[in-house]
């Protein structure tokens, strides 16, 4: 009984494949019979069935409002998915999605949008990249408008 041809089960094989495959399948959901009034935030991707209102602030992680999903608040997230109602403004940072069935009441800003036939949006869609924090040139929008203005006033000017 001094020698075990196995020695022992050291072999730690099968416990670093539970441990790395959940990150990509962390997902909260918020189901249709769930009211929330107040801020959400999290470190993984969240469905919404239900409703909230307040805020929803998930910057680095997916956020879907399902069907049934009824919100309002502005929603923050990295892949925002709007297949419900969404009252607020939305802020991803990789994309903003409304589909067919889905309506948003307010802004969107992301550098990537998409807009599905069918879909009910009334606001405005700022798909400029943030200014670096302490930019303190102007954005492409107010350059072109004074270059815009001085040639108008060289314009008036020479005439």
Do not use: Y
Not at 124 to 129: A, L, N, V
């Amino acid at each position: 009984m001094a020698w075990n041809p196995k020695k022992s089960d050291d072999p730690p094989s099968p416990q670093p494949q539970p441990t790395a495959p959940p990150r990509p399948s962390e997902r909260a959901t918020i189901g249709p019979s769930i009211f929330i009034k107040g801020d959400l935030s999290g470190e993984e991707d969240l469905v919404i069935e239900g409703r909230v209102e307040g805020r929803v602030d998930l910057k680095q992680n997916n956020v879907t409002i399902g069907k049934n999903g009824r919100v309002k608040a502005d929603v923050f997230g990295k892949v925002v998915v709007v297949e419900g109602e969404v009252d607020g403004n939305v802020f991803a940072r990789e994309q903003a999605i409304l589909r067919q069935s889905g309506s948003i009441c307010g802004n969107i800003t992301a550098p990537r949008v998409i807009l599905e036939d069918g879909s009910r949006f009334k606001g405005s869609i700022d798909m400029e990249p943030p200014k670096e924090m302490g930019g303190s040139g102007p954005s492409r929008h107010e350059a072109a408008s004074n270059n815009n203005r001085s040639e108008a006033l060289g314009v008036t000017a020479t005439a």
